[in-house]
């Protein structure tokens, strides 16, 4: 990862239309704009003669609702059945060949093909407000214990409450966690060692109710959802950091605030390499930040426009 350090955001460039960029990828357009979509997409563009389309039937009865890319593999998992137990299917990467199929505790993460996963438990009723308390363990593979893991203590106590979730993402040797609730107006982020399970460190982050996560070579991004919902009684201050876009690494010591979304959250937000891709709401508008590679992330934006 980089190295810590606010720096300011570069300003941004023309908005880039559907049409120009269809004219760049179909070799139509001048020179200087195909530089452009090679310096922004790089790989994308030398690699769209390449595309293949593979499908595989998968195991009857599975109620299939998770697909993640673990490794060189792809893992699909099941929703829990009334015992608590979920199924997954691995399948190999690009042949999709479906290479074995396992059921077991919902809470292991060998199920998953991870070491480490999330748990959240239930601790019983707040006897005031009647309302589920919910607490964020840590499961660790351990294949000398009974059921081949172990949960961890309770992390993170929180409330149960309409839209709030735990996300984590996996990266760069380490799982990243949020919990939304961790006091009444502020969530957590923790970073877990991917090999045992311990908490490396942890930053308080704004509440978001529904988070988007993603993690790259720059760091962990983490921004609110458009589907999450608004704290009541939301200040001016907390609604501007409620609507950016926020970068954390290793080594900072608080996050980094790198970008006004200008509008309640984000379609969605994927990042590899030095790149990072969110799709704001406010005039669906697609915005592409790029690092330069020297200095960690430079804040370079660009803006992608669907007009």
Same mark, same amino acid.
């Given at each position: 990862m980089c190295s810590s350090g606010t720096q300011a955001i570069g300003p941004l460039i023309s908005p880039l239309k559907t049409a120009t960029i269809a004219s760049i990828t179909t070799g139509r357009a001048p020179l200087p704009?195909?530089?452009?979509?090679?310096?922004?997409?790089? !790989?994308?563009?030398a690699l769209e003669r390449c595309v293949r389309i593979a499908s595989v039937a998968l195991p009857a009865g599975g109620r299939w609702a998770q697909l993640a890319a673990v490794g060189r593999r792809l893992v699909l998992t099941s929703s829990?059945?009334?015992?608590? =137990?979920?199924?997954? %299917?691995?399948? /190999? /990467?690009?042949?999709? /060949?479906v290479l074995s199929v396992a059921a077991g505790s919902c809470e292991n993460p060998a199920l998953y093909g991870e070491r480490v996963l999330p748990v959240v438990v239930e601790l019983g009723r707040? =006897?005031?407000?009647g309302l589920e308390n919910l607490g964020l363990r840590?499961?660790?593979?351990?294949?000398?214990?009974?059921?081949?893991? =172990?949960?961890?203590? *309770?992390?993170?106590?929180y409330r149960l409450c309409s839209g709030c979730r735990t996300e984590w993402v996996y990266g760069d040797g380490s799982?990243?966690?949020? %919990?939304?609730? /961790?006091?009444?107006? =502020?969530? *957590?982020?923790?970073?877990?060692? !991917?090999?045992d399970g311990r908490v490396v460190r942890t930053w308080s982050m704004p509440a978001f109710y529904g988070a988007l996560m993603a993690v790259n070579a720059d760091g962990v991004w983490i921004a609110q959802s458009q589907s999450g919902g608004e704290p009541a009684h939301t200040g001016t201050?907390?609604?501007? %950091?409620?609507?950016?876009?926020?970068r954390v690494a290793g080594g900072m010591r608080k996050p980094q605030r790198v970008f006004d979304l200008r509008t309640w959250g984000a379609n969605w937000?994927?990042?590899?390499g030095?790149? *990072?891709?969110?799709? *704001?709401?406010?005039?669906?508008a697609v915005y592409f930040l790029a690092t330069d590679g020297a200095t960690g992330w430079g804040g370079r934006v660009f803006r992608v426009s669907s007009a």
């Open positions: 704009r195909r530089r452009l979509l090679d310096a922004l997409f790089g !790989e994308a563009h829990s059945d009334h015992s608590g =137990r979920c199924r997954s %299917a691995t399948l /190999a /990467a690009p042949s999709m /060949a707040n =006897r005031r407000d840590i499961a660790t593979v351990a294949s000398h214990v009974r059921g081949g893991y =172990r949960l961890g203590a *309770v992390l993170v106590p799982l990243w966690v949020y %919990a939304p609730l /961790a006091t009444q107006r =502020r969530g *957590v982020l923790l970073q877990v060692s !991917e090999q201050a907390q609604r501007v %950091a409620y609507q950016s876009l926020y937000l994927v990042a590899a030095g790149r *990072v891709w969110l799709d *704001v709401a406010l005039g669906r």
